[in-house]
Structure formats: structure tokens, C-alpha cells
């Protein structure tokens, strides 16, 4: 076995493993990463950037912003069931770490509110194209590697951790799996940032109550199993709140060839908040809520068998192929779609999660959702629409767009996530705690292993 010697071990080479492994050596500490993957940056490579507030790019844009502000908003929205002092840590480094990343080279291209209702606080990396977008983070995580090789960060690919080694009451290394055989590396620390286990449908389900597959259709980023999470328990780490980061939409899927089903911008107009229903038939939101896909899948998952339908007629359809869409996002900025109606009754056709009928009875047959109901709600959503007054939901009358004429279409919502979060005890300083709230000496953990702190 070969024995290695460190200050730091840092286990996953992913978005807070490399940002760890980096600080770390910035104050002159000898770190090993060990990387179970082929590639270092982890699920950062396929998004767009992170949170500040304060940051030297808000004040150019008069972002007015403030971390007191931030604090009390993040605070509010999680009722206090959260860490208050990680919180209040995260958010007043946020702005430092802008700038950290900017003096290794990182651009970002602009500040924006990345849902509908929300601050400018998520920075956006610029990429090579200059065109924001998915995966433009990957350039940050490249300018994170080549920072900790200029280091002197020892980065093991393909090497995944297999057990943290804790001797008389303290953690002393970890025993690794690498290409020619087994590892031993000592350290005075070691750092868990695995990214939790959003592959590991068996996870989800136990600790969750979702069933992948089923009732949530998230995305599964290969090898994120839990393992560092595991670990952690067999030294002693407590157990935090383990959730997924619930988002909301309609499943899709991925042929060997890598094409999306469905087009992902011809269900846009299935995105803007027309009338959606559960199975009964039954409105049970403002459809406005759709604009934050957080909100909206807290409500869906409330459903029976945790699904809801949105619908539309061919007079919205036809108005979204003449007009555009209204709700355009970074991710989704396409205005306008040729022959938008052919092609959702082609993709509705081809699509497991989306419906295209003639008639409101087989509409009904299709998707499952109770006629009788359907008709009651659509008599008095229609109503509504006519008033230009929801005395339900108090929708605004600007999104009351009747649904009378055939042919009808409706896409499927099921929860969604973008990974895993919590599982590991920690205190605001990411010191991994017992059960008892006993700190493990020599044990951190960060990013999603650890991260607790979204509420709800």
C-alpha cells in the first residue's frame, strides 16, 4: 500500500472540494484531492455560476442588495429551521469569494435573478461563446484546477476515497482506491464534499420518501451515491435533514444519441401559468407560482401520486405561435417558435409525459384525470377568465386565458431535483458534529453533504 502525507485531504474534486482544496493551500497547506471521477469540477461543469450579494459586479449595476437584507430574506423563507450563523457566514463571504475567483482569471458576464420575483444575485460565468448558458461554469472550475496545480494541489482522478481512518477520538487520513491498488494518505484534516446522493435511488426513497422514477424525475449525475455521507456515519457524524433540492417539471428523457425528449423549447408553453389541475381535476395553485419551480414543486408533491397537469387549447397555442412566449428565462430565451402548433401536437404525440386530444373526454382517458372534475374546474376557471376575477386563487387577470377550443394539450409536471441535499451534521464553521453536537476533530464537510440550510 502506498502512504501518502498531507495537511489536508480534501475528498472530491468537485464544486466546494476544489474550492476547499484551493484555500487551503493558499495558506501554505500541503493538500491531497481525491477525485472519484475522470475530471475535476464536479456538478458545476454543467452549471451556470454561484450566489453573492455586495459583490464589485452588483455595485457597477446599482444592484441595491444589501447582506443584512439577503439575511433576513433567506431567513424568512426557511423560518428560522435553519443554521442562522452558516447562513449569515455563507452570505457575508459571498462577495469575497466573487472576487477570489475574478484574481484567478474568472469573467462573469452578468448578475441576474434567475427565477421570476428574484434578486440579482447569481453570477453568471462567462464563457468562451460569451453567451450565458448551461455548463458556462465549467470555465470557472478550470481556472479552480489550474490555481490548485499551480499550488501544488496532488489531484488523484479516478481514486475514490473507501474509508476515513479516525484514531483515538480524531480523524488521521483516508484509505484510497486508485489505479494501481490501495492508498494511504495521512492528514491533520480531512474535508468531505462528495455532492451528495442524488444517484442513488435507493437513498431517495429511504430517506426521502420520493421514488425515483415514479414520483420524482430528478437528474441523477453519475456516482453521486452518498458515499462520503456513509462515511462520515462510520466515524460517528451525525445525521442532518436529508432532502432533495426540489424543482418542478415535465420528465424528460435521453436517447443514445443524446436527443431530448421532448424539445425542451416547445414545452415552453407549458411554462407559463395557464390553468394547471391534479388528478381530481382540481386547480390547487395561482398559476403564477409556476415562475418559481421550488414553489411549484412544494404544491405538486402535495398531489395525488405527486403529479399535476397543465392544459391548454389550440386559441393559447395559436396566440404563443403569433405573439411569442411571455416567460423567457437565461435557460430558455427563444421568443418566438415556427409552426409552434404543429410541432407540440408532434412532440405530444411522441412524448410519454404529453397529451394532445380532440375532446375534453379524451383528454381526460389520456392523462387520467377525473372528467367530472375537469369540467367543474374548467366552468369556473373559464368563468374567471371571463370576470377577469379568480376569487380562488386571485390570479392576475393578465394570465386568465380561457380554455374552450379543441384541439386540447397538456404536459405532465412531476417533481424534479438537481441533486441531494444534507446528511451530515455540521456546525457554521463546517466542523462535522456527533449526534450529541460533539465536533469530530479533524472532519469538515461542504457543499451539498452538508448542506442543510435551504428549508424547505
Known amino acids: 500500500m502506498e502512504t501518502l502525507e498531507a495537511d489536508v485531504i480534501v475528498i472530491s474534486a468537485g464544486t466546494a472540494g476544489l474550492a476547499a482544496a484551493v484555500a487551503a493551500a493558499e495558506k501554505g497547506m500541503e493538500v491531497i484531492a481525491f477525485e472519484k471521477g475522470s475530471t475535476t469540477g464536479g456538478t458545476a461543469n454543467m452549471g451556470m455560476g454561484p450566489f453573492a450579494v455586495e459583490s464589485r459586479l452588483q455595485k457597477l449595476k446599482n444592484v441595491p442588495l444589501t447582506r443584512e437584507e ?11 429551521s435553519v443554521d442562522a450563523r452558516l ?19 474568472v469573467e462573469f458576464i452578468d448578475c441576474i435573478a434567475y427565477i421570476k420575483g428574484a434578486h440579482f444575485t447569481h453570477h453568471v460565468v462567462k464563457p468562451a461563446s460569451g453567451v450565458p448558458g448551461p455548463r458556462c461554469a465549467s470555465y470557472m472550475m478550470k481556472a479552480l484546477t489550474e490555481r490548485a496545480e499551480e499550488l501544488g494541489v496532488q489531484i488523484f482522478l479516478q481514486t475514490p476515497v473507501k474509508k476515513i481512518i479516525k484514531e483515538e477520538g480524531r480523524i488521521t487520513g483516508v484509505i484510497a482506491e486508485g489505479p494501481t491498488g490501495e492508498i494511504r494518505a495521512n492528514a491533520k484534516a480531512v474535508i468531505i464534499a462528495t455532492g451528495g446522493f442524488g444517484d442513488n ?3 431517495i426513497k429511504k430517506y426521502t420518501g420520493f421514488e425515483w422514477g415514479r414520483d420524482l424525475y430528478s437528474t441523477r449525475v453519475p456516482g453521486l451515491v452518498g458515499d462520503g455521507i456513509k462515511m462520515a456515519w462510520e466515524v460517528g457524524a451525525g445525521r442532518e435533514r436529508m432532502q ?14 443524446g436527443n431530448i425528449t421532448p424539445d425542451m423549447i416547445i414545452t415552453n408553453v407549458f411554462k407559463h401559468p395557464n390553468l394547471m389541475v391534479n388528478i381530481q381535476g382540481e386547480r390547487f395553485i395561482n398559476e403564477e407560482i409556476m ?16 403529479c399535476a397537469f397543465v392544459i391548454v387549447d389550440a386559441q393559447i397555442v395559436k396566440h404563443y405561435e403569433k405573439r411569442g412566449f411571455e416567460w423567457l428565462t437565461v435557460l430558455s430565451p427563444e421568443e418566438k417558435v415556427d409552426n409552434l402548433y404543429e410541432k407540440l401536437e408532434q412532440e405530444c404525440e411522441n412524448s410519454e409525459h404529453m397529451f394532445v386530444a380532440d375532446s375534453l ?7 387520467g384525470i377525473d372528467l367530472d372534475g375537469l369540467k367543474k374546474t374548467l366552468d369556473e376557471y373559464n368563468e374567471a377568465c371571463e370576470t377577469g376575477r379568480d376569487k380562488v386563487f386571485y390570479k392576475s387577470p393578465r394570465y386568465l386565458r380561457p380554455i374552450r377550443k379543441p384541439k386540447f394539450f397538456a404536459g405532465k409536471y412531476y417533481p424534479s431535483a438537481y441533486g441531494s441535499l444534507g446528511g451530515i451534521k455540521v456546525n457554521h464553521r463546517l466542523e462535522v458534529l456527533t449526534e450529541d453536537y460533539e465536533i469530530i476533530p479533524g472532519l469538515y464537510a461542504a457543499g451539498v453533504d452538508a448542506n442543510a440550510i435551504y428549508g424547505d
Open 87 to 105: 447562513v449569515s457566514n455563507y452570505i457575508n463571504k459571498s462577495a469575497d469569494t466573487i472576487a477570489w475567483l475574478e484574481e484567478m482569471g
Open 361 to 367: 373526454e379524451e383528454l381526460a382517458e389520456q392523462t
Open 70 to 80: 439577503a439575511f433576513n430574506i433567506f431567513m424568512e423563507a426557511t423560518h428560522w
Open 201 to 203: 435511488p435507493e437513498w
Open 291 to 306: 415562475g418559481n419551480p421550488s414553489y411549484l414543486a412544494n404544491a405538486v408533491a402535495r398531489q395525488k401520486d405527486r
Open 244 to 257: 432533495m433540492e426540489l424543482i418542478c417539471n415535465i420528465p424528460v428523457s435521453i436517447d443514445d444519441q
